[in-house]
């Protein structure tokens, strides 16, 4: 249990090592990492067989003793205690000095490199006969039964490991059935999680809180008696809906079961009704906002209760942090905190206002000045060049999400006929369903969306995509593949090419593949090519067929 890393090597030196982010870009920690003993920099000396350019995934942790010892250092000083190995592992790597995270004593596992041999089983092979450490525990089996088997055993050998565990995964070996499996989104469907049982503990329920999302979604919150689980505090638990509510017949007072989901979310699993005071009376989700006033409403067929008032201080709140996140318009340095005042302060209504921003008006917020800013308003500038798709997902359109997004804005080449479109019209778009076409459909339709996109494209903000509309580029209705390394630009780049084009950006070679592009040390893609007889382009071939 600790936090995945991608390390880059170039000629067998290690140039560059980050955080995993968004599963596209993170934290560059390089200098944090070359801390950690383990680590090697150079492996050019070891083997004949790296490719020129090798980028190796792993799992930067801490071991239970090298926790123990830091906790014991810091009750000594009288500095309180760290909850558990994985956020001081996390906060380590991320600190701001590298003499600090050397004092960590962090450690790493690698399980993964690009390009990958035949097995992932020769993978962690030559990951180790390259210097890299891997874990040890992996165990090649034959059929889901033995496989089973091994996950059964780890319930009692979890304390046999010095590092906390959440569980094991479970990977298809040979990596042309991987790439013949593919991926949803970020998602392999070659491996799967496997869950041990999480760590259960009484505790009693002190109260129910009701948080309102950006979608105007009354989500009820339990308020707990805190308890250690799995090394940190839980106080707080979601309680998902009025249904849930109802269906375990939590009550304010009852005596609780609580766990970690995944041995991450805290959840509440039941109740204890042999210790049940006789004083406690059924739960009632509330008929009005607790943050407006405005009457809640519960669509038939719907589980959440919904707030109807757009303009409800925390669906501003909440649809600000959205619209800013890193996976949308990633504008850094808008967390919590200062959101809260740009909204209680009345300097931002909608996500449109912080276009308007001023220098003075950030100025005039507690806790900044004149150099932070300066940069949030430069980081306000960058993000109006972010591309349609991320700001079509920064909306906060209910059931659109990034994957959604990017087939809206590959379809759409301007906002304006997005907005125009009915929901009989988005129902042709593969990919998107009645549900999601009918919410598309009604946010354009509403007024005040459509006052805030005015605002934004006033703004510059970017409401047209260089994308063709669909059935307009080069590559309309073909599946093209990215392996290996290329020159003149980035694998994700390239992909972005494919998709402008109008044609699908696939991680795995299939029958259905039209083409594969392969740049330098292009690795088990081709070979699966050739075997298939899908035509493979060079990069200067690609390039040529992107300029038709």
């Known amino acids: 249990d600790g936090l995945a890393i991608s390390l880059t090597y170039e000629n067998g030196r290690f140039v560059q090592g980050a ?4 599963g596209t870009r993170g934290d560059d920690v390089s200098s944090n990492l070359k801390t950690i003993r ?3 920099l150079s492996i050019a000396e070891r083997a004949d067989d790296i490719p020129a350019v090798l980028e190796v995934r792993g799992e930067v942790f801490m071991h239970r003793p090298d926790f123990e010892r830091l906790n014991e250092e810091r009750a000594a000083a009288g500095e309180p205690r760290m909850a558990n190995p994985r956020n001081l592992a996390a906060g380590s790597l991320k600190h701001l000095d590298p003499r600090l995270t050397a004092k960590r004593r962090l450690d790493l596992f690698c399980y993964a490199m690009d390009p990958p041999r035949k097995s992932h089983q020769e993978t962690l092979e030559t990951l180790r ?3 890299f450490p891997t874990n040890p525990n992996y165990q090649p089996r034959h059929g889901i039964e033995e496989a089973i088997e091994v996950c059964r055993s780890w319930h009692e050998k979890r304390g046999d490991v010095d590092f906390d565990i959440d569980g094991l ?7 042309h059935l991987q790439q013949e499996l593919g991926a949803v989104s970020r998602s392999p469907r070659w491996a799967i999680a496997y869950k041990l049982p999480a760590t259960e503990v009484n505790t009693t329920l002190l109260g129910i809180l009701i948080s309102v999302g950006r979608t105007g979604a009354l989500t009820p919150v339990a308020v707990l008696e805190p308890r250690d689980i799995d090394g940190s505090t839980v106080s707080r638990a979601t309680l998902h809906n009025e249904d849930e509510i109802r269906r375990k017949d939590l009550r304010i007072g009852d005596t609780v079961v609580v766990h970690k989901a995944g041995a991450v979310i805290p959840e509440v699993i039941s109740v204890v009704l042999s210790k049940r005071p006789p004083e406690t009376v059924p739960f009632e989700m509330p008929t ?4 407006c006033g405005s009457n809640v409403e519960r669509e038939e067929g719907e589980s959440a209760s919904y707030c109807i008032n757009t303009q409800c201080p925390a669906q501003v709140r ?3 942090q959205h619209f800013a996140s890193r996976r949308a318009m990633d504008v850094d340095g808008f967390g919590d905190v200062l959101v809260d005042q740009l909204v209680s302060t009345g300097l931002v209504t909608t ?3 912080l276009y308007g921003l001023t220098i003075e008006n950030l100025l005039g917020l507690e806790r900044v000045g004149k150099i932070l800013a300066e940069k949030l308003f430069a980081n306000i500038e960058k993000s109006k060049s972010r591309p349609l798709s991320r700001v079509i997902f920064a909306l906060g359109i209910r059931h659109v999400g990034q994957h959604v997004a990017e087939v809206l804005a590959g379809h759409y080449h301007d906002m304006e006929d997005l907005a125009k479109a009915s929901a009989e019209d988005l129902e042709k778009v593969h990919e998107i369903g009645p549900e999601i076409a009918t919410t598309v459909a009604h946010w354009f339709a509403d007024e005040h969306n459509r006052e805030v996109l005015d605002k934004l494209r006033q703004a510059g903000v970017t409401t047209t995509s260089e994308a063709r509309p669909a059935g307009g580029g080069r590559l309309t209705g073909k599946t093209l593949v990215v392996t290996g390394t290329l020159d003149s630009m980035s694998r994700e780049e390239a992909e972005g090419r494919i998709k402008v084009e109008g044609g699908r950006a696939s991680g ?3 029958k259905k593949t039209d083409y594969v592009v392969c740049g330098r040390d292009a690795g088990t893609k081709a070979d699966k090519a050739r075997e298939l007889g899908v035509p493979i382009l060079d990069e200067a071939a690609f390039l040529a067929l992107l300029q038709g």
């Open 19 to 22: 955080t995993r982010g968004d």
């Open 38 to 40: 383990r680590l090697p």
């Open 129 to 131: 006969r390259w210097g």
């Open 169 to 175: 995964v479970l990977k298809v070996d040979k990596t």
């Open 288 to 291: 009005a906002c607790p943050e």
């Open 318 to 320: 909440e649809h600000i």
């Open 351 to 353: 996500v449109a206002d």
């Open 508 to 510: 795995s070679v299939s």
